[in-house]
Structure formats: C-alpha cells, structure tokens
C-alpha cells in the first residue's frame, strides 16, 4: 500500500476501471468514465496490492458538503475539465463530444446520481448496524464516509493459481492464459492488460482458439446462429474441455478503445476495459470418452495436455495424459435446434461419463462428436501439430516418442520420412531432427517444457560456432567471430512450393522453455552441433508454455507455479511495416489475394524503389538543375529546423527527384534480397485515418504487411528516402511536390520502348515504366510498365474523392508508443542547437556552465513532449483528423502563440 498527492500524476492518470452496482453486496458502482484523475476531482491516490495479485489504483476524494449540488451526487454538464485524458477535451462536459451519446445518457441520473448527471462516486456500505462504519438507512441518499472513491484504475492482473497454458488469437494481438484457478484470461498484447475473463468452472490447463486457414488468409471469426464471434476450446485437469464463445469477434474487442472506421466517436464512451468481448458464453462440456484411472480422489491422470484445432477448422486434437489423443469433428448446433431423442441420448451419455446435473445444464449446444482415436503413445501425450493439409497430425510424449497419425479416424502412419518432409501448420512438438539441438548434452527428455516457431523468417545469424551469445548478421565491417565463416548461399532455407522461390535468404527461429526458468531462442531447423542460442531470465520457476504473437513481434511466456505471464518483444532486425495495403473484396474474396499481394510487395520493393546514394555532393553540383532545386526547397524549409535536419530534408527531397527521373544508370542496379514478405488481413495500426492529411490523402485500409530485408543497408535505402516520416513532419513539402509520397506499384509485364516518365504531382499517379524484373527476348532493349494501385482495388470505405492511397512505411511498428523516439530526436535538436555555446578546448567552469545550460533547454523541451502527449489541438496525441506528430504540432503551436501576440498588440 503506498499514497501518493502528485498532481502531475492526476494528469496522466485516467479512471479506467467499472465498478458494479450491487446493493445486495453494499456496493455503490460507478462507469469507467476515463477521464483523468484531475479532471475528476481526485486529492489523493491510494495504490493497494491484493491477494489475488491484482495491484489497483484508487483516487480519493472528500466528500465534503453533502447536499445534491455535491460531487458524490454525479457530475453535471457544467463541470469544467481541463481535458487531460484522449476523449476529453478542456472546457464543459455537456461541451464534451461524447456527452450526448446514447451509451452515456444511459447512466445519467442511475447508481445514486441525481437526474443529468453521470455517476463517479464508488464506496461500500451497509444497512443493518448503525454503530458499525459504513451504515447508510435504506432511505438515504450520499455517502456515508468522509472520502470516497473517484478514479478506479487497474495496474495489474494476475492469476492465483499456476499458469500452464497460452493461446494466442491467430489474427489479432489478443492471447489467452488458463490456470488451475479455473479461470481465463484475455490480455491485450498493445495495451498489456487484461481485457477480459470468464470462469471455466473447473481447473484449466491448455486452450486453442478455433481458426481457419483457406490457403489465402487465415480467418479466425466463427459464427454461430448468424453471429460473427470468437470461438475458443479450453482443456481441463480432469481429462474433459470445454468450448467457448464470444459475444464480440477479436477484431472488435482490440479496437474497443479505437474510433470507428466509418464514424468519428467510439462506440461506447464508457467501455469496460475489462469486458472487451462482451458475454463469454459456455457452448458445451465434452467428458473425459472413457473411465479415468486416478492415483488418489483429487488428481486425475487424463488431463489435457494439448489442444489444436486443425488448419481447415474441422477438426479439434486433444491429447490427453492417458496415452491417447481424441480427436473431434469441431460441429456448433444448438440444443434448440437438435430432436428431443438426441438430447435425451447425449444427456444419458454425460451423466454416466460422471457430469454433475449443473454442468449438463449450463450447456447451450451439443457436445462435439469424437471421431477418431491414437492410442499408440506409451506415456503422456504433450504436444501435437497438425500438418497445413489437415491430413496427419504428429504428437511427441513424455516417453520420448514422435509419432504421426491420420486424420480423422487417429490410426498411426509409419510413413516416417514422407511424413518429416511436409509442412506443417504449426511446430510444437520438442523432438524431431529439426528441433535436435535444443536439448543439452546429457538430457533426460524433461528439461523443454515447450516450444514454438515463428511464422515468418528473419535474417540469418552467424554459423553456429558455440556459447550463449551468437554473433548477429551483418557482422561489423572487417570482423568475423573464431571459427565462423561468412554465410552464403548454402544457409538459404528451402521453400515449400508455393511460397515463390525455391530457396530465399534467411531462417525461422524457435523458442523454448524449460524446467530452469529460461526462454531460450534457437535458429529453426536447430540441428547443427553445438547449437548457439540467446538465453532469458525472469521466471520465478519452470517455464509451461511459449507462444508466439501471430506477427512474430512478441513472444508470451507462462512462468508456471510462479503464476506470471512475460510478455517479450522479439526484435527481428532489418524488419519495416507497411500499411494502407489494397483491400477490395467482391463475393466476401480479396480482388488481390494474400499470396499476389506478396508477389507485388516483394517486386516494388526489391526492383520499383531501387535508388542510386553514390553519387557526390560534387558531381551533383554540376547539376543547374539540382543547384535550382535545392534553392527551392531552401526557400520553403521552416526555421525551426536545425542546419542538420535542413541537410537531411535537402538530401531526401533531392533522392526523391532522382529516383522518381529513374535513370538508366539507378535501372542497373542490383535488386534488394528480401528474407520474407507477410501480409495480414486485419489490425492495421491507423486503420480508417486519413493519411498523409485530410486534404492530401485517402483513409488507410485494414490490410498490412511486414518486410524483413537481408541487411541494414538495404532498409536504410528505403526508410531514409520513402519513410512516411520524413514527409508527416513537413507536408507542406508534400503539397509543393518536393517530398513524395508513393502508392503500391505493380508490374504488368507489358513491356514498350518509350520512357513513359511525367512529372511528379501528389494528386494523380499515371503508368511509369522501370527495367524489367525478368530479362527476356521479349523484353530485350524495352522497359516494363507498372501500375499504380488506385480506387479499383480499395473498399468503397477507404475512398475519398479520387484521391491516391499513399503507402505508409516505418521501420517501427506503428502499434508502440512514438514517446522514447520522439523524445531522443527532440534532445538531439536541443543539444545541436545548443553545440555552439561550447568552444573546444573550454575550461571546466564553461563546461560545466553549458551542461547546466543544456540541461535547463532539455527541461523545457521535455515540458513541451508532456504537453504534447495531453494536447487535443492539431497534430496532439488528442487529436484524431491528424497523425500525432510532434515536430508539426510544435510548427502549429508556434503559429498560434505568434498570432494571439499579433492580436493582443492590436487591441
């Protein structure tokens, strides 16, 4: 327990927890109103650690003269705020842009607040001792304490009971935790908090989230009785699971605190962080098919151990600590819509498989119908994968055996070796040729609880030349660690057909974990001797489970009997992401599939973008038209910039004229090596803004991609000439045309021997022609054609007016928070500035002059990110019709200062 009074926490600080009215229980609720502790009143903040390892935040308020103009009574519509917290702004609540939503004007006037106001008052009570604290007569209205509480705000969530199982949704950044304190939990990977969780009645050990992979895109949204929903399965200490559904699909229930594509507010102003999927409803419990052998009355020996839903979502693997794996036919139908006879069938059968009444009754669909049975294993089944064809699943025990099954009908394939060859959908089984080395030398086959392979490749290490710490790739120009040898072609890693070239640079990783509290990450196939690896602590004891993100951005650990959850950023090297991607679909299908859309990205970044950087200062200085050119951009640059920030804009605009000339010379150049190319569906960071402005751009789609490049080099090509960033802090650049923004390119292998070249215009984009990706007789001595993506291959919602749909590229992901960035380049302008109050060769006493000197600039400048970060006005972290960008919101603020000044000199 600690207090605190500081009102710069008040500020940051925002009421984000519900409380439940419930009288029964004396509790007086109050909505997550999510305004900032300030704004609310609060004089104090109480942070409380609990049993249950929750740690909350509580701010406190006097309750003071407690007549119906009070606080504890609700706020009315002329309560002034300053507008700290992201839906506030300053001035009046009924001037607020939510307070006339339907969603609001339901709690007016409700838990204890007098009509038109909106209740925030949260305390207990009781109505049966008057000598005793807390006792408020049936007839009374206010509070019965001296504080009472104002602002709710969970810091954190935890279970209470070991954590043994993670499940991660397959196209959203939402994973699940299941533990033995019968409980599940839904965790935002962006936010990092819990936004959800349900009561499994029984104690949990594993979970899967249904899905479907169609070979275009994964889709992870079920329906049931017309509804679009998220469908889960979780398996349980005593050998049955159970499947679940949501009242709300994951797209939702990560984008609840998001503005709604289409509209301009949220759809509900006061959600519940903690109820983003709505109802989580029980469709039906499926009992242990058999007798279960247990050594004593509480612990069975059938737990489940494993479950995973097949790649085509038509089947579901149970793999149980009886030696056998069930397989299920995955069917939802509803008791309502089932004959009478099979209810009665199904009923009888439950209840001599040893159901309680209760659990037959919480049931709202048939059970799913077994199908299939491997009982091959000799011990405990622990892990499965189905291949990507649906057509096998292979399973490993704690036996130390790998075997390989049919499905649906379970009966073992001793097609061992075609077998090993397929590709599978996912890879968590710990033994194979390919996982070899994760085990260390002298290993029982107990020490690797789990592992996981990521979905796309990143750039290849060093050759494994032993220790802890592999050397990374590129090495440092000149160096190469003892016994390692350059990579060259032989490290590239074969492709299965289908996925573009036969071989491409680069290699999966996998990652572990183990009964010494180490995540540990392996190169993937891990089979070389002396295997290198990174090693990680943090557990406080065996690690049950690793998972990635379905992006391959972030890793969930479970710590086991420590009942903690790590949530790890996996820093893929040489990665950009790339969003406002074509999204048009017709008949519920994409115009351009997944796999196209890769074959496009892959050609526009390796051949469209190329650019030569070689050429000199000097032989650009030759150049009449350059010289010209860089007048002209001189003239517009603003003079807030510093001489080298100037220098960079100047370099890029110029870099941007020359690749958009393309000549033969920058044709020549070798194409990029890209190591992998995914596109995703859903979950683009700044889906529904308008990029790069209102008046310049298109609202950006939910399509997405990740590119991982061979090396540093070829990512700084394009950052530093096509980087979003470089035009969102001067756009006015961008509507004089001197900074240029792309569309997606592609090619047509229409090949013509003109030079089809017009100049650059932000508002239009025609054909360019650009040297052939493939060299032909057909193509000898022509240049390609290629295509800009226009309003033909966009969804109606993305569209506006004809206008281009600029890609937006950054080398970080767009999800994290731009604060540690923004601050590093605004100490650095700060100390450019400031570079030449030091002269060389100082004494100490102005050295130690300029560092307080600095040191005061950099405290103003700090002042400024921290009213940047609760700014709603033009391009403030508040403001939702721009991209939150610092330096233009400095521009903009130094604009309005200089005209209020002008104003105030007249009058």
């Not at 308020?61 to 300053?90: M, P, T, Y």
Request: net charge negative.
């Amino acid at each position: 327990m600690d207090w605190a009074s500081s009102k710069t926490l008040f500020s940051y600080m925002t009421d984000d927890g519900y409380v439940k009215e419930e009288p029964a229980k004396g509790i007086r609720g109050a909505p997550a109103t999510h305004l900032s502790f300030a704004d609310l009143g609060v004089e104090g903040c109480l942070l409380l650690g609990m049993t249950d390892n929750t740690i909350l935040l509580l701010g406190l308020r006097r309750c003071g003269q407690k007549d119906r103009d009070s606080w504890i009574f609700g706020l009315s519509e002329n309560h002034r705020i300053r507008g700290d917290s992201a839906n506030s702004v300053e001035g009046r609540l009924g001037d607020q842009e939510w307070w006339g939503h339907d969603k609001v004007r339901e709690w007016k006037g409700s838990n204890g607040a007098v009509a038109n106001r909106i209740p925030v008052c949260s305390f207990w009570y009781q109505r049966f001792d008057e000598s005793k604290p807390g006792y408020m007569p049936n007839d009374s209205q206010g509070c019965p304490w001296e504080w009472a509480v104002c602002g709710k705000r969970v810091i954190m969530r935890g279970h209470m009971q070991p954590v043994d199982g993670i499940a991660p949704i397959p196209d959203e950044r939402i994973f699940m935790s299941v533990s033995k304190d019968c409980t599940a939990r839904f965790f935002d990977i962006n936010d990092q908090i819990m936004i959800g969780s349900v009561y499994t009645y029984k104690q949990s050990r594993s979970a899967a989230f249904w899905y479907e992979d169609n070979g275009e895109s994964i889709n992870g949204v079920a329906t049931i009785n017309n509804k679009s929903c998220s469908l889960f399965a979780i398996g349980h200490e005593d050998g049955s699971f159970s499947v679940w559904n949501t009242e709300k699909t994951s797209f939702d229930a990560a984008n609840q605190d998001d503005e709604n594509v289409s509209g301009d507010t949220i759809s509900d102003p006061f959600f519940d962080p903690e109820d983003a999927f709505g109802n989580i409803n029980l469709c039906c419990f499926n009992p242990l098919p058999r007798q279960a052998y247990t050594m004593d009355s509480s612990l069975s020996s059938s737990q489940v151990m494993s479950l995973k839903y097949s790649p085509n979502g038509k089947y579901l693997a149970v793999a149980l600590a009886d030696n056998c794996i069930d397989l299920y036919r995955h069917k939802i139908e509803r008791l309502e819509e089932t004959s009478s006879r099979d209810r009665e069938r199904e009923y009888a059968k439950q209840k001599s498989l040893g159901m309680s009444e209760e659990e037959i009754l919480l049931q709202s669909t048939m059970p799913y119908k077994r199908v299939g049975c491997c009982n091959d294993h000799s011990g405990s089944v622990t892990h499965v994968d189905f291949d990507a064809e649906s057509g096998y699943l292979r399973s490993c025990s704690i036996s130390n055996e790998l075997l390989y099954c049919v499905i649906p009908s379970g009966k073992q394939s001793v097609k061992t070796e075609e077998l090993s060859k397929k590709k599978w959908a996912t890879h968590n089984c710990i033994l194979g040729w390919t996982v070899k080395s994760i085990w260390r030398r002298g290993s029982t086959g107990s020490d690797v609880n789990s592992l996981d392979r990521s979905h796309s490749k990143v750039p290849p290490w060093a050759p494994c030349h032993g220790g802890n710490v592999p050397s990374p790739y590129p090495y440092v120009s000149g160096e190469i660690p003892n016994d390692s040898a350059e990579p060259e072609d032989v490290f590239k890693t074969h492709n299965f057909p289908g996925e573009g070239q036969s071989s491409s640079w680069g290699h999966h990783v996998c990652a572990t974990g183990d009964d010494e509290g180490k995540v540990k990450l392996f190169r993937w196939p891990a089979f070389g001797f002396k295997q290198a690896y990174r090693s990680y602590y943090g557990h406080g004891s065996f690690v049950s489970q690793v998972r990635f993100s379905y992006d391959d951005d972030y890793l969930m650990s479970a710590g086991g009997n420590d009942m903690s959850i790590f949530q790890w950023r996996h820093v893929i090297p040489n990665k950009i992401y790339v969003q406002n991607l074509p999204d048009k679909k017709v008949g519920g299908k994409y115009v351009i599939s997944s796999w196209e859309l890769k074959e496009i990205l892959t050609a526009y970044f390796t051949a469209f973008l190329k650019i030569n950087r070689d050429t000199t200062d000097a032989e650009r200085e030759k150049d009449e038209e350059f010289r010209a050119f860089r007048e002209e951009v001189q003239s517009m640059l603003p003079n807030r910039l510093t001489e080298r920030q100037r220098r960079r804009i100047l370099h890029v605009a110029n870099l941007h004229r020359e690749a958009w000339k393309k000549t033969y010379a920058q044709s020549r150049l070798p194409n990029r090596e890209i190591v992998a190319v995914e596109v995703f569906n859903t979950g683009a960071a700044h889906e529904g803004r308008l990029f790069p402005s209102a008046d310049l751009g298109s609202k950006i789609s939910s399509r997405w991609a990740t590119i991982v490049f061979k090396s540093k080099e070829e990512v700084d090509d394009v950052i530093d000439v096509h980087g979003s960033d470089n035009v969102l802090n001067n756009l006015d650049l961008l509507k004089e045309n001197k900074l240029m923004l792309l569309p997606l390119y592609r090619p047509t292998e229409d090949y013509t021997s003109n030079v089809m070249l017009s100049e650059y215009h932000s508002s239009e984009f025609q054909e360019v022609t650009r040297m052939p990706l493939v060299h032909s007789s057909k193509s000898r001595d022509k240049q390609e054609i290629w295509t800009p993506m226009t309003d033909e291959h966009y969804s109606e919602e993305t569209c506006k007016g004809r206008r281009p749909h600029f890609l937006l590229i950054t080398p970080y992901d767009p999800n994290e928070s731009m604060l540690p960035a923004v601050t590093h380049e605004a100490m650095q302008a700060v100390a450019d500035k400031n570079s030449n109050k030091l002269d060389f060769g100082a004494q100490v006493e102005d050295e130690w002059e300029y560092v307080k000197h600095l040191s005061k600039h950099q405290e103003i400048e700090w002042k400024k990110i921290q009213d940047w970060l609760m700014s709603d006005n033009d391009y403030g972290c508040g403001d939702s019709a721009h991209f939150n960008n610092y330096s233009m919101w400095c521009e903009a603020e130094e604009r309005k200062r200089k005209a209020e000044g002008m104003t105030s000199n007249k009058k």
